[in-house]
């Protein structure tokens, strides 16, 4: 079993920034942040691979930053010149074997953080 708390969320203008934190009993080869808006679909932010290497949604590539800290066990995701539209809440997931966006390849969540982006 893997436990994940995520922190960091809160409340911000348009523009400004915030660093979600997941801690995890363990880091696993594939860990992601992932977001669902109200009435939307959850959908992959951003990836990291146990080698390191990063993938991010088009729509925050160039804003968001993704990292870990192996001895902390503990997941980042920075996200700078927030939009409105990034107002969701966010879930920290992995996974052993799928380094995708895919949600449904995700065995391990976290409970969220809500992130809202005022205008």
């Known amino acids: 079993q893997v436990q994940l708390v995520e922190s960091g969320g809160g409340s911000v203008q348009a523009g400004g920034s915030l660093r979600l934190s997941c801690e995890a009993s363990?880091?696993?080869?594939?860990m992601g942040w992932f977001r669902q808006a109200p009435g939307k679909e959850r959908e992959g932010v951003a990836i990291?691979?146990?080698?390191?290497?990063?993938t991010y949604a088009d729509s925050v590539k160039g804003r968001f930053t993704i990292s870990k800290h192996n001895a902390k066990n503990t997941l980042y995701l920075q996200m700078n010149s927030l939009k409105p539209e990034d107002t969701a809440m966010y879930y920290c997931?992995?996974?052993?074997?799928?380094?995708?966006?895919?949600?449904?390849?995700?065995?391990?969540w976290g409970q969220g953080t809500q992130v809202t982006v005022s205008s």
């Open positions: 990291i691979s146990g080698d390191g290497s990063t």
């Open positions: 363990v880091l696993t080869y594939c």
């Open positions: 997931a992995a996974d052993f074997l799928h380094c995708d966006s895919l949600p449904l390849h995700y065995n391990y």
